[in-house]
């Protein structure tokens, strides 16, 4: 029974949010992301994110977070690396680098993952900034002796409403031992 738990692929996940957008150095940025996991049985947790600008290509992001039905408490990072930057018609690519430590029913997981991105800043209508992502986190969950291979897809945008706030929209299909979910949140940026 505790190698079902520990394999279950309703337990593992790899969200995005605003990973792909780029915080100058010296810069940082505090957001936080309710989501939905689509798992049987459905789980809803919130994760609070830090990003900070560490240099002219990486940033560092902070991940703590909770969760019910199974997911409960995580926390871990990122480190990403600006490839190409997101400038005139080339749009931004990047690789984000990633450990997250996650709390199951039997014990705990430990998820490290690639998370190649695509991200394009864009004007709606002429007036509204919108920066659309797609990225593709994939890697391995550890567990007692255990692992197992975690991919998903996911599709966002980030919506500029300010020059400090963004909010998020994230949808992520499972693709490999991970869930379907659907995120969102608001970001502060400084």
Same mark, same amino acid.
């Given at each position: 029974?505790?190698?079902?738990?520990?394999l +279950?692929?309703? %337990?593992?996940?790899?969200?995005?949010? $605003?990973?792909p957008?780029?915080v100058p150095?010296?810069?940082? &940025?505090?957001g936080v992301e309710?989501?939905v /996991?689509f798992?049987? #049985?459905?789980?809803?947790g919130?994760n609070?994110?830090?990003?900070q600008?560490?240099?002219?290509? $990486? $940033?560092?992001?902070?991940?703590?977070?909770?969760?019910?039905?199974? %997911?409960?408490?995580?926390?871990?990072?990122?480190f990403?690396f600006?490839?190409?930057?997101?400038? +005139?018609n /080339?749009? *931004?690519?990047?690789?984000?680098?990633?450990? !997250?430590?996650?709390?199951?029913?039997?014990a705990g997981?430990i998820?490290?993952a *690639?998370?190649?991105y695509? =991200?394009?800043?864009?004007?709606?209508?002429g007036?509204? #900034?919108?920066?659309?992502?797609? &990225?593709? #986190?994939?890697?391995i969950?550890?567990?007692?002796?255990t692992?197992?291979?975690?991919?998903?897809?996911?599709f966002g &945008?980030l919506?500029q =409403?300010? /020059?400090h706030?963004?909010?998020?929209v994230?949808?992520?299909?499972?693709?490999?031992?991970?869930?379907?979910? !659907?995120?969102?949140?608001?970001?502060?940026? =400084?």
């Amino acid at each position: 029974m505790g190698f079902f738990v520990l394999l +279950d692929p309703s %337990r593992s996940s790899a969200g995005v949010f $605003n990973l792909p957008h780029f915080v100058p150095m010296g810069e940082f &940025a505090v957001g936080v992301e309710p989501e939905v /996991q689509f798992s049987s #049985p459905a789980i809803v947790g919130v994760n609070l994110k830090y990003t900070q600008g560490v240099s002219d290509i $990486n $940033n560092f992001v902070g991940i703590l977070g909770t969760g019910g039905s199974g %997911r409960g408490f995580r926390v871990g990072g990122s480190f990403t690396f600006d490839i190409f930057p997101d400038i +005139d018609n /080339q749009p *931004g690519i990047g690789l984000g680098l990633g450990a !997250l430590y996650v709390q199951l029913p039997a014990a705990g997981s430990i998820e490290l993952a *690639g998370t190649p991105y695509v =991200h394009k800043n864009l004007t709606l209508g002429g007036s509204i #900034p919108i920066e659309p992502f797609v &990225a593709v #986190p994939i890697g391995i969950a550890l567990s007692q002796g255990t692992y197992q291979a975690i991919a998903s897809l996911a599709f966002g &945008a980030l919506f500029q =409403h300010s /020059q400090h706030f963004r909010s998020v929209v994230e949808l992520g299909v499972g693709l490999s031992n991970t869930s379907t979910y !659907l995120s969102g949140g608001v970001v502060y940026y =400084h």
